[in-house]
Protein backbone atom coordinates (compact mmCIF):
# COMPACT_ATOMS: atom_id res chain seq x y z
CA UNK A 1 0.00 0.00 0.00
CA UNK A 2 1.48 3.22 -1.13
CA UNK A 3 1.90 6.21 1.63
CA UNK A 4 -1.21 8.27 -0.16
CA UNK A 5 -3.32 5.24 0.55
CA UNK A 6 -2.07 4.31 4.03
CA UNK A 7 -4.85 3.52 6.15
CA UNK A 8 -4.44 4.58 9.83
CA UNK A 9 -5.53 2.65 12.50
CA UNK A 10 -7.22 4.16 15.29
CA UNK A 11 -8.18 7.35 13.80
CA UNK A 12 -11.45 8.45 11.28
CA UNK A 13 -9.95 10.94 8.95
CA UNK A 14 -7.10 9.41 7.17
CA UNK A 15 -5.40 13.11 6.33
CA UNK A 16 -5.50 16.69 7.35
CA UNK A 17 -7.67 19.14 4.65
CA UNK A 18 -6.67 22.44 4.53
CA UNK A 19 -7.83 25.04 6.35
CA UNK A 20 -10.14 27.40 4.65
CA UNK A 21 -9.06 30.35 6.76
CA UNK A 22 -5.53 28.94 5.79
CA UNK A 23 -4.12 32.15 6.08
CA UNK A 24 -4.97 32.82 9.77
CA UNK A 25 -4.19 29.35 11.03
CA UNK A 26 -2.46 28.24 13.95
CA UNK A 27 -3.29 32.59 14.98
CA UNK A 28 -5.38 32.43 18.19
CA UNK A 29 -6.49 34.98 20.34
CA UNK A 30 -4.40 36.05 23.19
CA UNK A 31 -7.24 36.18 25.58
CA UNK A 32 -8.57 32.76 25.00
CA UNK A 33 -5.23 30.57 24.84
CA UNK A 34 -2.71 29.03 27.27
CA UNK A 35 -0.86 26.37 25.70
CA UNK A 36 -0.50 25.72 21.99
CA UNK A 37 1.62 22.41 20.70
CA UNK A 38 4.70 22.79 19.36
CA UNK A 39 5.26 23.91 15.39
CA UNK A 40 6.31 21.47 13.41
CA UNK A 41 4.20 18.89 14.87
CA UNK A 42 3.98 16.00 12.11
CA UNK A 43 0.86 14.96 10.66
CA UNK A 44 1.64 11.04 11.31
CA UNK A 45 2.25 11.67 15.10
CA UNK A 46 -0.73 10.08 16.40
CA UNK A 47 -0.60 11.54 20.02
CA UNK A 48 -3.33 13.48 21.05
CA UNK A 49 -2.30 17.12 22.00
CA UNK A 50 -4.13 18.89 24.42
CA UNK A 51 -4.31 22.80 24.63
CA UNK A 52 -6.01 24.76 27.28
CA UNK A 53 -7.95 27.87 26.61
CA UNK A 54 -9.66 30.49 28.41
CA UNK A 55 -12.76 31.45 26.53
CA UNK A 56 -15.26 34.42 27.80
CA UNK A 57 -18.50 32.80 27.38
CA UNK A 58 -19.44 28.40 27.67
CA UNK A 59 -23.33 28.79 27.26
CA UNK A 60 -24.06 29.20 23.18
CA UNK A 61 -27.52 30.42 22.15
CA UNK A 62 -28.22 28.27 19.24
CA UNK A 63 -29.99 30.17 16.31
CA UNK A 64 -30.32 26.97 13.79
CA UNK A 65 -34.09 26.39 13.81
CA UNK A 66 -33.36 22.42 12.89
CA UNK A 67 -31.39 21.97 15.60
CA UNK A 68 -34.05 20.97 18.73
CA UNK A 69 -32.04 22.83 21.44
CA UNK A 70 -31.90 26.28 22.41
CA UNK A 71 -28.43 26.85 24.25
CA UNK A 72 -25.54 24.93 24.40
CA UNK A 73 -22.20 24.14 26.17
CA UNK A 74 -19.25 22.63 25.34
CA UNK A 75 -16.17 22.18 27.77
CA UNK A 76 -14.06 20.76 24.72
CA UNK A 77 -13.45 21.48 21.05
CA UNK A 78 -12.48 19.01 18.87
CA UNK A 79 -13.10 15.30 19.62
CA UNK A 80 -10.68 12.33 20.35
CA UNK A 81 -13.36 10.12 18.99
CA UNK A 82 -12.86 10.15 15.45
CA UNK A 83 -16.42 10.08 13.84
CA UNK A 84 -15.56 10.11 10.31
CA UNK A 85 -18.69 11.85 9.76
CA UNK A 86 -18.97 14.39 12.38
CA UNK A 87 -20.48 17.90 11.70
CA UNK A 88 -18.50 19.44 14.58
CA UNK A 89 -14.93 19.21 12.00
CA UNK A 90 -15.85 22.08 10.44
CA UNK A 91 -15.57 24.01 13.44
CA UNK A 92 -11.83 23.76 13.80
CA UNK A 93 -11.14 25.20 10.99
CA UNK A 94 -12.13 28.80 13.51
CA UNK A 95 -9.30 27.64 15.06
CA UNK A 96 -6.42 27.29 12.64
CA UNK A 97 -6.93 23.95 12.61
CA UNK A 98 -7.96 21.21 9.99
CA UNK A 99 -11.18 19.58 10.14
CA UNK A 100 -9.39 16.21 9.53
CA UNK A 101 -6.66 14.51 11.53
CA UNK A 102 -5.85 17.59 13.87
CA UNK A 103 -10.23 17.50 14.78
CA UNK A 104 -9.14 14.60 16.40
CA UNK A 105 -5.18 15.17 17.51
CA UNK A 106 -5.52 19.09 19.14
CA UNK A 107 -8.30 18.69 21.79
CA UNK A 108 -8.95 22.20 22.79
CA UNK A 109 -9.48 22.32 26.49
CA UNK A 110 -12.00 25.12 28.24
CA UNK A 111 -10.53 25.08 31.63
CA UNK A 112 -12.38 27.63 32.91
CA UNK A 113 -16.16 25.82 32.17
CA UNK A 114 -17.62 25.76 35.32
CA UNK A 115 -16.44 28.99 36.91
CA UNK A 116 -18.23 30.38 33.64
CA UNK A 117 -21.48 27.92 34.11
CA UNK A 118 -21.45 29.40 37.26
CA UNK A 119 -21.20 32.75 36.33
CA UNK A 120 -24.19 32.78 34.01
CA UNK A 121 -26.74 30.23 36.35
CA UNK A 122 -25.81 33.51 38.72
CA UNK A 123 -26.74 36.31 36.60
CA UNK A 124 -30.01 38.21 37.54
CA UNK A 125 -31.06 38.16 34.37
CA UNK A 126 -30.84 34.68 33.14
CA UNK A 127 -33.97 32.77 32.33
CA UNK A 128 -34.03 29.01 32.74
CA UNK A 129 -33.54 26.61 29.73
CA UNK A 130 -32.73 23.63 29.18
CA UNK A 131 -28.97 23.68 28.12
CA UNK A 132 -27.24 20.66 26.04
CA UNK A 133 -23.90 19.52 26.91
CA UNK A 134 -22.28 18.44 24.08
CA UNK A 135 -24.24 20.40 21.47
CA UNK A 136 -21.15 20.45 19.22
CA UNK A 137 -18.25 17.42 20.83
CA UNK A 138 -18.68 14.89 23.07
CA UNK A 139 -18.70 15.58 26.81
CA UNK A 140 -17.25 12.51 27.66
CA UNK A 141 -14.46 11.56 25.06
CA UNK A 142 -11.53 10.45 26.65
CA UNK A 143 -10.12 13.43 28.24
CA UNK A 144 -13.09 13.21 30.60
CA UNK A 145 -11.69 10.09 32.33
CA UNK A 146 -9.00 11.92 33.58
CA UNK A 147 -10.40 16.02 33.43
CA UNK A 148 -13.74 15.41 34.91
CA UNK A 149 -15.06 19.10 33.60
CA UNK A 150 -18.13 17.27 32.58
CA UNK A 151 -18.84 16.07 36.03
CA UNK A 152 -17.79 19.36 37.40
CA UNK A 153 -20.67 21.16 35.24
CA UNK A 154 -23.48 18.12 36.46
CA UNK A 155 -22.45 19.27 39.78
CA UNK A 156 -22.86 22.61 38.91
CA UNK A 157 -26.83 22.13 37.61
CA UNK A 158 -27.63 20.36 40.26
CA UNK A 159 -26.33 22.90 42.56
CA UNK A 160 -28.23 25.46 40.70
CA UNK A 161 -31.14 23.13 40.33
CA UNK A 162 -31.12 23.94 36.62
CA UNK A 163 -32.28 21.66 33.48
CA UNK A 164 -29.48 19.89 31.52
CA UNK A 165 -29.68 17.73 28.49
CA UNK A 166 -27.00 15.04 27.32
CA UNK A 167 -25.69 13.74 24.62
CA UNK A 168 -22.89 11.06 24.45
CA UNK A 169 -21.76 8.11 22.51
CA UNK A 170 -19.28 7.11 25.74
CA UNK A 171 -19.96 4.85 28.58
CA UNK A 172 -17.90 7.12 30.68
CA UNK A 173 -21.30 8.72 31.14
CA UNK A 174 -22.33 5.88 33.89
CA UNK A 175 -19.09 7.24 36.44
CA UNK A 176 -21.56 10.20 36.89
CA UNK A 177 -24.47 8.50 37.79
CA UNK A 178 -25.09 9.71 40.94
CA UNK A 179 -25.38 13.20 39.67
CA UNK A 180 -27.67 12.06 37.38
CA UNK A 181 -30.09 10.45 39.74
CA UNK A 182 -29.72 13.52 41.93
CA UNK A 183 -30.53 15.56 38.98
CA UNK A 184 -33.78 13.25 37.52
CA UNK A 185 -35.76 13.22 41.15
CA UNK A 186 -36.05 16.70 40.23
CA UNK A 187 -36.54 16.54 36.70
CA UNK A 188 -33.64 17.86 35.81
CA UNK A 189 -32.17 15.37 33.33
CA UNK A 190 -32.71 13.97 29.60
CA UNK A 191 -30.12 11.96 28.25
CA UNK A 192 -29.04 11.12 24.52
CA UNK A 193 -27.30 8.46 23.66
CA UNK A 194 -25.83 8.01 19.95
CA UNK A 195 -25.77 4.46 18.79
CA UNK A 196 -25.45 4.24 15.12
CA UNK A 197 -25.08 1.01 14.76
CA UNK A 198 -25.53 -2.52 16.53
CA UNK A 199 -22.68 -3.81 14.21
CA UNK A 200 -19.23 -3.49 16.75
CA UNK A 201 -16.84 -3.64 13.29
CA UNK A 202 -18.97 -0.52 11.80
CA UNK A 203 -18.70 0.82 14.58
CA UNK A 204 -15.30 0.19 14.53
CA UNK A 205 -14.40 1.79 11.19
CA UNK A 206 -17.22 4.75 11.68
CA UNK A 207 -16.39 5.92 15.41
CA UNK A 208 -12.84 4.26 15.68
CA UNK A 209 -12.35 5.70 19.73
CA UNK A 210 -16.23 5.68 20.68
CA UNK A 211 -17.03 3.21 23.79
CA UNK A 212 -18.47 -0.41 22.02
CA UNK A 213 -22.07 -1.36 21.12
CA UNK A 214 -22.21 -3.76 24.25
CA UNK A 215 -21.31 -0.77 26.15
CA UNK A 216 -23.54 1.88 25.14
CA UNK A 217 -26.49 -0.64 25.24
CA UNK A 218 -25.95 -1.60 28.60
CA UNK A 219 -25.64 2.19 29.83
CA UNK A 220 -28.92 2.63 28.09
CA UNK A 221 -30.27 0.36 30.81
CA UNK A 222 -28.71 1.46 33.27
CA UNK A 223 -29.80 4.43 32.89
CA UNK A 224 -33.51 3.63 32.10
CA UNK A 225 -33.14 1.68 35.14
CA UNK A 226 -32.08 4.83 37.45
CA UNK A 227 -34.94 6.10 36.26
CA UNK A 228 -32.44 8.70 34.30
CA UNK A 229 -34.94 9.53 31.00
CA UNK A 230 -32.57 8.55 28.23
CA UNK A 231 -33.38 8.15 24.56
CA UNK A 232 -31.09 7.75 21.91
CA UNK A 233 -29.70 9.01 18.24
CA UNK A 234 -28.66 6.98 15.23
CA UNK A 235 -26.98 9.81 13.70
CA UNK A 236 -26.42 9.42 11.39
CA UNK A 237 -28.10 6.99 8.69
CA UNK A 238 -25.34 6.23 6.26
CA UNK A 239 -26.64 4.52 2.69
CA UNK A 240 -25.39 1.74 2.65
CA UNK A 241 -23.56 1.47 5.57
CA UNK A 242 -26.28 1.29 8.51
CA UNK A 243 -29.47 2.32 6.90
CA UNK A 244 -30.22 -1.82 6.89
CA UNK A 245 -30.35 -1.99 11.25
CA UNK A 246 -32.99 0.66 11.59
CA UNK A 247 -35.83 -1.79 13.07
CA UNK A 248 -33.15 -3.88 14.43
CA UNK A 249 -31.52 -1.17 16.32
CA UNK A 250 -35.20 0.41 17.48
CA UNK A 251 -36.14 -2.95 18.90
CA UNK A 252 -32.54 -3.20 20.56
CA UNK A 253 -32.54 0.17 23.02
CA UNK A 254 -36.79 -0.09 23.32
CA UNK A 255 -35.91 -3.35 25.14
CA UNK A 256 -32.99 -1.74 27.32
CA UNK A 257 -35.43 0.66 28.39
CA UNK A 258 -35.15 3.86 26.09
CA UNK A 259 -37.89 6.39 25.70
CA UNK A 260 -37.41 7.51 22.27
CA UNK A 261 -35.05 7.45 19.11
CA UNK A 262 -34.42 10.29 16.89
CA UNK A 263 -32.56 10.08 13.67
CA UNK A 264 -30.55 12.51 10.85
CA UNK A 265 -29.43 11.22 7.41
CA UNK A 266 -25.58 12.54 6.92
CA UNK A 267 -24.53 15.46 4.92
CA UNK A 268 -21.19 15.90 4.49
CA UNK A 269 -20.75 20.00 4.33
CA UNK A 270 -17.67 21.85 3.79
CA UNK A 271 -13.99 19.68 5.03
CA UNK A 272 -16.05 16.75 5.52
CA UNK A 273 -17.04 15.99 1.92
CA UNK A 274 -13.62 15.51 1.03
CA UNK A 275 -12.43 13.88 4.72
CA UNK A 276 -15.44 11.29 4.36
CA UNK A 277 -14.70 10.46 0.65
CA UNK A 278 -11.02 10.06 0.94
CA UNK A 279 -12.16 7.41 3.97
CA UNK A 280 -14.80 5.74 1.88
CA UNK A 281 -12.23 4.67 -0.53
CA UNK A 282 -9.43 3.51 1.78
CA UNK A 283 -12.04 1.41 3.84
CA UNK A 284 -14.84 0.67 1.93
CA UNK A 285 -13.01 0.51 -1.66
CA UNK A 286 -15.78 -1.67 -3.69
CA UNK A 287 -19.02 0.32 -1.95
CA UNK A 288 -17.35 4.05 -2.12
CA UNK A 289 -18.99 4.62 -5.18
CA UNK A 290 -22.69 3.73 -4.20
CA UNK A 291 -22.46 5.19 -0.76
CA UNK A 292 -21.42 8.74 -2.47
CA UNK A 293 -23.87 8.46 -4.49
CA UNK A 294 -27.18 7.72 -2.43
CA UNK A 295 -25.43 10.40 -0.05
CA UNK A 296 -25.88 12.17 -3.55
CA UNK A 297 -29.30 11.52 -4.18
CA UNK A 298 -30.51 12.44 -0.39
CA UNK A 299 -29.06 15.94 -0.85
CA UNK A 300 -30.39 17.45 -4.23
CA UNK A 301 -27.24 15.60 -6.38
CA UNK A 302 -24.43 17.12 -3.97
CA UNK A 303 -22.79 15.93 -0.70
CA UNK A 304 -23.29 19.18 0.95
CA UNK A 305 -26.29 20.31 1.84
CA UNK A 306 -27.06 23.54 4.03
CA UNK A 307 -30.56 23.93 3.36
CA UNK A 308 -32.96 24.53 6.88
CA UNK A 309 -35.77 21.69 6.56
CA UNK A 310 -34.09 18.94 4.52
CA UNK A 311 -30.55 18.93 5.52
CA UNK A 312 -31.10 16.63 8.79
CA UNK A 313 -33.59 14.67 7.34
CA UNK A 314 -32.75 14.32 3.36
CA UNK A 315 -35.14 14.25 0.62
CA UNK A 316 -36.54 11.62 -1.89
CA UNK A 317 -36.78 8.17 -2.04
CA UNK A 318 -34.30 7.17 0.14
CA UNK A 319 -34.83 9.45 2.70
CA UNK A 320 -38.82 8.50 2.22
CA UNK A 321 -37.62 5.25 2.82
CA UNK A 322 -36.09 5.77 6.15
CA UNK A 323 -38.55 8.05 7.59
CA UNK A 324 -41.31 5.36 7.18
CA UNK A 325 -39.06 2.82 8.90
CA UNK A 326 -38.47 5.22 11.95
CA UNK A 327 -42.17 6.08 11.94
CA UNK A 328 -43.28 2.42 11.85
CA UNK A 329 -40.18 1.33 14.37
CA UNK A 330 -41.43 3.69 16.84
CA UNK A 331 -45.47 2.79 16.36
CA UNK A 332 -43.91 -0.57 16.79
CA UNK A 333 -41.13 -0.99 20.18
CA UNK A 334 -42.23 2.49 21.43
CA UNK A 335 -45.26 3.26 21.76
CA UNK A 336 -46.90 5.10 24.36
CA UNK A 337 -43.90 6.12 26.36
CA UNK A 338 -42.85 10.24 26.14
CA UNK A 339 -39.35 11.81 28.16
CA UNK A 340 -40.95 14.12 30.51
CA UNK A 341 -40.71 17.98 29.75
CA UNK A 342 -37.84 19.12 32.24
CA UNK A 343 -38.18 21.21 34.56
CA UNK A 344 -36.92 24.78 34.84
CA UNK A 345 -39.38 26.53 37.86
CA UNK A 346 -36.55 25.24 40.62
CA UNK A 347 -34.24 27.60 39.16
CA UNK A 348 -35.95 30.28 39.21
CA UNK A 349 -37.31 29.34 42.89
CA UNK A 350 -33.49 28.98 43.92
CA UNK A 351 -32.57 32.47 42.52
CA UNK A 352 -35.66 34.18 44.28
CA UNK A 353 -35.00 32.54 47.71
CA UNK A 354 -31.11 31.39 48.30
CA UNK A 355 -29.34 33.13 45.80
CA UNK A 356 -30.28 36.47 47.17
CA UNK A 357 -28.07 35.88 49.83
CA UNK A 358 -25.33 36.38 47.16
Known sequence: MSNKNKYIKGRGAQLNVSNKFEENSHEFRDDFKNYCAAEGDEVENRKTVFIDTFPKTIVNKVTSPDVGMGYSLNPYQGCEHGCIYCYARNSHEYWGYSAGLDFEQKILVKKNA???????LRNKNWQASPIVVSG????????EKKLGITRQLLQTFLKYRHPVGMITKNALIQRDLDVLKKLAADNLVHVNLSITSLEEET?????????SIKKRLQTVEMLSKANIPVSVMMAPIIPAINSHEIMALVKEIANRGALGVGYTIVRLNGAIAEIF????RKTLPERADKILHQIESVHGGSLNDSRFGTRMKGEGEFANQVAQQF???????????ERPMLNCDLHEQFKDGQMKLF
Open 277 to 280: TDWV
Open 114 to 120: VELLEKK
Open 327 to 337: KIARAKYLKGR
Open 136 to 143: NTDCYQPA
Open 203 to 211: RRILEPRTA
